[in-house]
């Protein structure tokens, strides 16, 4: 599976996040309201969001997302293999301008990131820290399920709550 494919659909681009990208991510990424719900909360500091976005390129999986209105950046998400498995993928790191909150533009980011998923992999992984309401409110609104036992105990984390999506429930969308 190519973790950073070009993908599109009529509200947004997603693209592979390139080292060019960084000014135009941290206008998003300064604002502390952004990352106030997060494990690193200080992610706003210029410091902390450079090491943040060195890992993000660093992982090859990383994607900018564009609205197609005005080809604005308004956030950034990733695709991470998970070691143990060939049967999933996680799907984290995600965050939008707050201006993009609370609507369209998330679940258009998930639906086009889960669908082209799905084609390699069973399992859509998503890790949300138990304190983070806004994130584990956006994966349920995309039909995230917490999941609380596993036979694949390593998606069973004890600060995060793990929420899957499967194939099969989606397809049945």
Request: overall charge positive; glycine content about 4%; charged content about 35%.
């Amino acid at each position: 599976m190519n973790l950073q494919p070009r993908l599109e659909n009529d509200l947004i681009i997603l693209r592979p996040l390139v080292e060019t990208d960084f000014e135009s991510l941290f206008e998003i990424a300064k604002d502390p309201v952004v990352w106030e719900q997060h494990p690193c909360s200080d992610r706003y500091k210029i410091e902390i969001y450079s090491e943040f976005f060195k890992d993000s390129i660093k992982s090859k999986g990383a994607f900018i997302i564009i609205d197609k209105e005005d080809l604005k950046v308004i956030g950034s998400t990733r695709f991470k293999k998970i070691d143990t498995t060939e049967n999933a993928i996680e799907i984290g790191w995600s965050f939008l301008s707050r201006n993009k909150w609370g609507g369209k533009y998330n679940k258009a980011m998930k639906e086009l990131m889960i669908d082209y998923a799905f084609e390699f992999v069973e399992n859509i992984l998503f890790y949300v820290a138990k304190d983070n309401i806004r994130s584990q409110k956006a994966v349920q609104k995309i039909g995230g399920i917490r999941i609380t036992e596993s036979h694949l105990e390593h998606f069973i984390k004890e600060n995060e709550w793990t929420y899957r999506i499967t194939r099969k429930i989606w397809k049945r969308k």
